[in-house]
Antibody, heavy 117, light 107 residues
Framework: QVQLQESGPGLVKPSGTLSLTCTVS?????????WSWVRQSPGKGLEWIGE????????NYNPSLKSRVTISIDKSKNQFSLKLNSVTAADTAVYYC?????????WGQGTLVTVSS | IVLTQSPGTLSLSPGERATLSCRAS???????LAWYQQKPGQAPRLLIY???TRATGIPDRFSGSVSGTDFTLTISRLEPEDFALYYC?????????FGGGTKVEIK
């Protein structure tokens, strides 16, 4: 049973960088998995941010965020990470990590990130 | 692809049938559509993928269907634990997109 757990600061200053890590355990299909970040805010519902493949050789990003997003993976630690720069209040949301590809059969519990000074 | 879910809220009683709609703004390749259930304070849970295939452990009272660009999630008989938010998501085109959700509430 795969488990995912997000971690990172819950408060980020405007114009700063949001950094989150997702730790994965129990993934028996790791070579075919893609790892995504999805966020949920009251104003915009669920929004897919982007994904990375297991090897770290490929990424796909939502065009609406692509200029500000980097998703990376550290296989040695069973972790993948999200960096979102130049954040504003509009980036305040619950951020989830999830397992793909395509649809998401496992999710982390989510972590609330607030952008505020 | 924009997904429009309707109705926004569905007020029903336990034991009743729930029919949730998700309309795509354009054709979804190979019926690549999933449905999720979300309860307050929890992450979404995958119910259906491929428009009609139930995910592991999902009861057979949940079913999905498609007609053109119209997708439907049906809950045949509502159980108390089924009152929640439901989202559709398409994965036939990038970027992956979600619908705005339908809340199924107790009448």
């Amino acid at each position: 049973q795969v488990q995912l757990q997000e971690s990172g600061p819950g408060l980020v200053k405007p114009s700063g960088t949001l950094s989150l890590t997702c730790t994965v355990s129990g993934d028996s299909s790791s070579s075919s998995s893609w790892w995504s970040w999805v966020r949920q805010s009251p104003g915009k519902g669920l929004e897919w941010i982007g994904e990375i493949n297991h090897s770290g050789s490929a990424n796909n990003y939502n065009p609406s965020l692509k200029s500000r997003v980097t998703i990376s993976i550290d296989k040695s630690k069973n972790q993948f990470s999200l960096k979102l720069n130049s954040v504003t209040a509009a980036d305040t949301a619950v951020y989830y990590c999830a397992r793909g590809p395509n649809y998401f059969d496992s999710w982390g519990q989510g972590t609330l990130v607030t952008v505020s000074s | 692809i924009v997904l429009t879910q309707s109705p926004g809220t569905l007020s029903l009683s336990p034991g009743e049938r729930a029919t949730l709609s998700c309309r795509a703004s354009q054709s979804v390749i190979s019926s690549y559509l999933a449905w999720y259930q979300q309860k307050p304070g929890q992450a979404p849970r995958l119910l259906i993928y491929g428009a009609s295939t139930r995910a592991t452990g999902i009861p057979d009272r949940f079913s999905g269907s498609v007609s053109g660009t119209d997708f439907t999630l049906t809950i045949s008989r509502l159980e108390p634990e089924d009152f929640a938010l439901y989202y559709c998501q398409q994965y036939g085109n990038s970027p992956l997109t979600f619908g705005g959700g339908t809340k199924v509430e107790i009448k």
